[in-house]
């Protein structure tokens, strides 16, 4: 690396993070419908509708459990990318400005 370069005393390009945020989370969940699989009438609704973009989720969509959902994902992806390079500790979604859930690497369940 030469003097003045701009990755100089960076551990890694956010933006590369933030594209596979992007590809692997955000465009999968934005402007869907989240939905637990096993909520059957609400899920047989949705495949009636055309064109709409659900996504069926092995839990109930509440902020906590989609924040733990997003971790899993997320860290499987960055592990993939960066090996022990990059270790998620902390995912943080928020549901309104005032009102999120984290889901912390030490907190999170197996399976």
Known sequence: MQAGDPADGMVMDFSEIKSLAQQHLVDHW???FL???GDTPVVEFLKTI???KTVLLDCIPTAENLAEQAFRIL???FRDA???HLRLQRIRLYETP???ADAVREL???G
Do not use: E
């Open 50 to 52: 055309p064109n709409h």
């Open 75 to 77: 860290d499987t992806i």
């Open 108 to 110: 999170i369940r197996d």
């Open 98 to 100: 005032n009102c999120w």
């Open 30 to 32: 934005d402007h869907s």
């Open 82 to 84: 960066y090996g022990n």
């Open 35 to 37: 939905v637990y699989a």
